[in-house]
């Protein structure tokens, strides 16, 4: 066969994952996840997403390794999750990641990028280019236990990355997270993106998948619900929309007459401004404020000067 026709593996393949878990001694069980099918394509993004307690984690684990499936398949790359090797291009942040909080930034990626196999001069120059990545360069020399929760979440996106993994597995990466750290974490997921880096990603907020995610599955009590790209799970089929700037009330008028006119059928649903988001409205609030800060700074330095 000729290479250049070889297909890629994808980085996850899920086919009829059955997982069930039993209650103590007795007989009655609990179906965490029933006949659960999923593909992540190489380099892609790919949310999974539910209420809690839908069967994401357990999903998850199973993928990792950690679990085993009571029946149907997984495999990453191609290589079957029960197979050790599959590990070795994973990259995992857990919801609540433990850390070793004596450990300052620096020492926890040497330690876990000892773990990973990294000596020398090639685990400090990865350490130094994974706090530069995840903008913790200044906070390096202080300890864990002295970091806030979106800083940790970011160590933590580190360390996961510390062995160069082809596949980033991330169960609820933001959780607890403030706006703005979340946001950075996003920055890094899209980041992740563009250098071929597939990730999998859990979570329960719409709004963080629909920003960063190619592809959406959406699970709940242990089954798929609907599964598809984003663009064609949020596209409603039967709207056109227009977006206008500084429209004035007569083409709004002229515009609604020739929908009326069309003898296809089409109908006028109603104008407005478009609505940005409680989040976006926070960030751009609080970027400004710095800006208007920095500006101020500025001309007080530049008055005491003369």
């Not at 899920?14 to 007989?27: D, E, G, I, P, Q």
């Not at 997984?74 to 995992?92: A, C, H, L, P, Y």
């Not at 880096?197 to 709940?220: M, T, W």
């Not at 429209?247 to 006119?261: F, G, H, M, Q, T």
């Amino acid at each position: 066969m000729d290479s250049s026709s070889a297909t890629v593996p994808a980085a996850v393949e899920v086919r009829n994952l059955t997982k069930v878990f039993a209650l103590s001694l007795t007989k009655n069980y609990v179906v965490a996840v029933e006949d659960l099918s999923l593909t992540v394509g190489s380099g892609e993004v790919y949310g999974l997403i539910g209420p809690n307690g839908s069967g994401k984690s357990t999903t998850m684990k199973v993928v990792l390794g950690l679990m085993a499936p009571t029946s149907g398949t997984t495999r990453v790359f191609g290589v079957e999750s029960n197979d050790v090797r599959s590990r070795q291009q994973i990259g995992f942040l857990p919801e609540n990641p433990y850390f070793y909080k004596h450990l300052t930034g620096y020492e926890t990626l040497l330690f876990y990028g000892r773990l990973c196999g990294l000596r020398g001069r090639e685990l400090k120059d990865r350490a130094h280019e994974l706090l530069a990545l995840v903008d913790l360069e200044r906070a390096r020399d202080r300890r864990l236990a002295g970091y806030s929760k979106g800083m940790l979440q970011r160590i933590g996106l580190a360390q996961a990355l510390v062995q160069r993994p082809r596949l980033v597995v991330l169960d609820e990466p933001t959780a607890g997270v403030d706006p703005i750290g979340s946001r950075q974490i996003r920055d890094l997921i899209l980041r992740l993106k563009e250098e071929g880096i597939s990730v999998f990603l859990c979570s329960h907020l719409l709004e963080q998948v629909q920003e960063v995610c190619d592809r959406v599955g959406i699970i709940a009590n242990g089954r798929m619900w609907r599964e598809g790209s984003l663009k064609d799970l949020i596209a409603i089929e039967d709207q056109t929309e227009i977006i206008l700037r500084d429209a004035s009330p007569e083409l709004l008028a002229r515009i609604a007459d020739l929908v009326k006119a069309d003898a296809g059928g089409a109908e006028w649903l109603g104008s407005g401004n478009p609505r940005t988001t409680l989040e976006r409205l926070f960030l751009d609030s609080v970027r400004a404020s710095q800006a208007d800060a920095d500006r101020r700074a500025a001309e007080a330095a530049a008055r005491e000067e003369k």
